[in-house]
């Protein structure tokens, strides 16, 4: 909503003795008395808040209403006297991004380089002030002498702020990352393992039933042995058959098949709930003719349907074990990756947190090959773990960010360390489009960044930058059309650092 001008009335009071907030536009008297309580113009002379009040505009805004928005040429200061002024990102959803608040001058400063708007303005409450066009900044530098160290002091003061605001937003983002593989990481192996465990039970259940069937069929010691003789033959078969067989629909088709029909000429009814569990190990119809041979027509349906659900039940016993496994060594990463526990600074392996990282980030690495070419001397070194592992990080998804923008088949990510004279050398390497060399050496300055709005801050690569100084380490990147590689340098001595 636009501003709005009304008659002219006196300046209300609260009951509390406070002014009220009144209709508009003020005398310029009036409007001098509120400008006394703004903040920063307490040390303004009496004739410089009189220039203020008579070369301002007064501007009204209704709650909720737009004050400015994105890409919108920003020319005017604002002292804004009743009322907030929130800014939002809206691509990063409807949380305020930064906040105008009342008695306090906001937009355009004298000496801003701020060319358009990066966000919505919405007022909050009824929001008046005046508006001062950058056309007469200069006039105003000259009549009120105090605007000029106020502006300077507010701008630093928003600098730090919007950095901290960005900062905080990127290590949010980073969070949200983070969030989103671990859930992913560990809805698989959970899934599985409630599955498995819910089928177990049943599995069980069936498996009782048939060995009580099994066990009142009154068989002679001799069938028993023989049937105890089997069972400890064919025990070493009953590992998954061969991979690439298993991987091939065809030649699993064909096992069951195989299977099915030996079952159907030995009079097996339904032999579609034994066949697939039997065809996954590497038991062969010959195999079968020994159970056969060992046991009478009544007894063999019942002696395959317990083996078959005490064979169930040991791979889902397996599924379990191997779910809770990687479930385990997901949250040992986890520690690993945040150094939990642990003093801030560690002897570090630095192919450790290599690899550390590389699980935090599973969930993208579903299509990419990864070649690690860790020398065999790779030196420990000296670092702040947790903070070493956000550099593998920022890095490590850099590399899959740029792998992302083209269909080269496969994407391959390397990685690399060794020894380098008194540092430790760790490269990432990816087979992307590459860097334009145009930007190749703005790439580590703080918001910069070629994803589009809402994708990403630019504070990922210059957080890894800070990083490594911080290590009194050096990084650095080479680029060309299908080859990116990062360069981090850390001393393996503190002490003999750059």
Wanted: hydrophobic share 40%; glycine share 8%.
């Amino acid at each position: 909503m636009g501003s709005a001008e009304v008659e002219l009335y006196p300046e209300m009071i609260n009951a509390d003795g406070h002014p009220a907030q009144a209709p508009l536009p003020l005398a310029i008297d009036q409007v001098i008395a509120r400008l006394i309580h703004v903040r920063g113009l307490e040390e303004i002379s009496a004739s410089g808040l009189r220039w203020l009040a008579k070369n301002g505009t007064q501007r009204f805004y209704d709650d909720g209403g737009l004050v400015f928005s994105t890409g919108q040429p920003a020319r005017s200061m604002f002292i804004l006297i009743d009322g907030d002024i929130h800014v939002r990102r809206l691509p990063s959803g409807p949380v305020s991004y930064f906040v105008g608040r009342a008695a306090q001058l906001t937009g355009k400063l004298p000496f801003s380089r701020m060319k358009t708007f990066g966000g919505e303005g919405f007022a909050v409450g009824k929001v008046w002030g005046l508006e001062f066009d950058q056309d007469i900044f200069p006039e105003m530098l000259q009549a009120v002498p105090g605007i000029a160290q106020l502006s300077v002091s507010i701008l630093l003061d928003r600098v730090r702020e919007v950095t901290r605001i960005e900062q905080q937003s990127e290590k949010l983002n980073a969070l949200g990352k983070l969030a989103a593989n671990l859930s992913h990481e560990l809805n698989n192996p959970a899934s599985a393992a409630r599955s498995a465990a819910n089928n177990l039970w049943t599995e069980l259940r069936t498996y009782g039933d048939t060995k009580y069937r099994l066990g009142a069929m009154h068989f002679t010691p001799e069938a028993k042995q023989k049937y105890w003789e089997w069972t400890q033959t064919v025990r070493p078969l009953l590992g998954a058959n061969d991979k690439a067989l298993l991987s091939d629909p065809v030649v699993q088709t064909d096992r069951e098949d195989a299977i099915a029909a030996w079952m159907r000429n030995h009079g097996i009814e339904e032999p579609w709930r034994f066949a697939p569990t039997l065809a996954e190990t590497q038991i062969e119809a010959p195999h079968l003719d020994g159970l056969a041979e060992s046991l009478s027509a009544e007894a063999l349906p019942v002696a395959l349907a317990s083996f078959s659900a005490a064979l169930k039940a040991e791979r889902m016993t397996d599924t379990i074990i191997d779910a809770t496994r990687r479930i385990f060594d997901l949250i040992s990463a986890i520690k690993d990756y945040s150094y939990m526990d642990q003093a801030p600074i560690q002897e570090i392996d630095v192919t450790q947190t290599l690899d550390t990282t590389l699980a935090m980030l599973g969930s993208r690495l579903g299509a990419v090959e990864v070649i690690r070419e860790y020398a065999p001397d790779t030196p420990v070194i000296s670092a702040y773990g947790s903070e070493l592992n956000q550099v593998w990080t920022a890095l490590i998804e850099n590399a899959l960010d740029s792998m992302d923008q083209c269909e080269r088949d496969p994407s391959v990510l390397r990685l690399r360390t060794s020894a380098n004279g008194p540092n430790v050398l760790v490269e990432v390497w990816d087979n992307g489009p590459g860097i334009d060399p145009a930007i190749l050496s703005r790439i580590f300055e703080p918001f910069f960044t070629t994803k589009p709005v809402g994708a990403g801050l630019g504070l990922g690569l210059d957080a890894a930058s800070r990083i490594v100084t911080k290590h009194r380490g050096v990084i650095s990147v080479e680029s060309k059309p299908g080859e990116t590689c990062f360069q981090v340098r850390l001393p393996i001595e503190q002490t003999g650092a750059y």
